[in-house]
């Protein structure tokens, strides 16, 4: 069963930054990418950015211009960092992983909450 521990949430002012982080169980071999997503209320969850093993990065629209993911391949783990943030980004960010065979698997999730 693959595991992802998330951390780095909570509650920020508009403006500032947050960093989140995600650490896998999994063994990097296996993992074709991670990333995160996020899911406000009553809206759909939303690609936030991923990236594979390679390094190669994705990002969606959401934040675009104030995200940046990366990866630490040794610790299995995937870092969200985020800056300018506005209230419009609070939602709940799950890390995701997409393991080589195919399989989705999620984290619990997050709150990232940011007052203006």
């Known amino acids: 069963q693959v595991q992802l521990v998330e951390s780095g949430g909570g509650l920020a002012h508009a403006g500032e930054s947050l960093r989140l982080s995600c650490a896998a169980s999994?063994?990097?071999?296996?993992?074709?990418?991670m990333g995160w997503y996020r899911q406000a209320p009553g809206k759909q969850r939303e690609l936030v950015a991923a990236?594979?093993?390679?390094?190669?990065?994705h990002y969606g629209d959401s934040l675009e211009g104030r995200v940046t993911i990366s990866r630490n391949n040794t610790r299995n783990t995937v870092y969200l960092e985020m800056s300018s943030l506005k209230p419009e980004d609070t939602a709940v960010y799950y890390c995701n992983l997409v393991a080589f065979d195919g399989q989705w698997h999620w984290g619990q999730g997050t709150q990232v909450t940011v007052s203006s």
């Open positions: 999994e063994d990097i071999n296996s993992i074709n990418a």
């Open positions: 990236i594979t093993t390679g390094g190669s990065a």
